[in-house]
């Protein structure tokens, strides 16, 4: 089979050949038939995140290993299984939950592998779907999709879990509150998406780019804002009547967070869960003044995609602009994405 690996840090993929393998056990094997590229690729490509004051978080230190293939937002069919493989049939076309831990320590028993200290995630930790065939621990990770199509689903494995973690975290909102998103990339986009289905509440969408905006605004927000603009916090706490109550930061890094923290309302929830990385500094007095909270959010757990996944099914999620390109442009992708050249999510297709 055909993988795109990564053989050396922050250098291009490569493309290898390697044996298919073959499940033994609970394992599953999927024959790839797309999957997502997202921004935090462009991360692990790196192989390492900024934390700030020239201060780097390396993966090679948090267990990852090369060389290792990319991808984690995977959609397939069913080729092969173990012995032990439980209730699925070849044939079975599945998205696969990437976020997978240990399985043995107390987190991962209480439901929460997204937030295991020892993760085995696809295309993170351990070799994912940029590839031929991708081989799954378990049946319990694969989700059916439906009457979705394919180069979607595969979306729903990050961007739409990551979205939908987050969005629950912003405490009950009503038709009279404002969500600020910010950043309309992929995961923003869906975010978009995914609260149309939860909740009544206004939807404004801030980004530096135009033809993001655009998008957004054709996706139902109800504001558009440029983030670049000297008076963008002027902007959102007007469109918002003075406030949102709750702000997700889909790009995370000091700016995009302080512009969420800066229109909160009192009482508001600022929820971060983009990876873009550095450091910013806080006034104390903001805490108990506007009593507000600041919180991160790390995709979701396989119980969180469960639920959102029946939204997906019962068509509650509408699709965000989608590229299928071919496997062989990984990096030309990821090269595109890292110059904010792409609109939605590109899916590739081996």
Known sequence: ??????????????LK?????????AEVLLKVDACGVCHSDLHIRSGYFEMGQGERTYLAKMGAKLPMTLG???VGEVVELGPKAGEIEVGDKRIAFPWIGCGHCQT????????????????TRVDGGYSDYLLVPNAKYLFEYGDTPTDLAATFACAGITAYGALKKCGPLDADDHV?????????????????????????????????????????ATATIDSS?????KQILEASSGGVAA????????TTSRLGIDTLRKTGIHVIVGLYGGAMTIPMVLFPFKQMTIRGSYVGTLSEMDELM?????????PIPLTPRPLHEANQVLDELSRGEIIGRVVLKP
Request: hydrophobic residues 35%; negative net charge.
């Open 1 to 14: 089979m055909r993988s795109y690996q990564i053989v050396e840090w922050d250098k291009p993929l490569e």
């Open 17 to 25: 050949e390697q044996l298919t393998p073959k499940p033994s056990g």
């Open 72 to 74: 984690h937002e995977v």
């Open 108 to 123: 991962c028993k209480n439901g929460d592998e997204n937030q295991c200290s020892s993760p085995k995630f696809l295309g």
């Open 180 to 220: 600020l998103i910010i950043g309309a990339g992929g995961v923003g986009l869906t975010a978009l998406h995914i609260a149309r289905a939860l909740t009544k509440a206004k939807l404004i969408v801030a980004d530096v780019n135009e033809d993001k905006r655009n998008a957004a605004a054709t996706g139902g």
């Open 229 to 233: 603009e000297k008076d963008a916090v």
């Open 247 to 254: 702000a997700i930061d889909c790009v995370g890094m000091p």
């Open 310 to 318: 029946e939204l997906v099914r019962d068509g509650k999620v509408p």
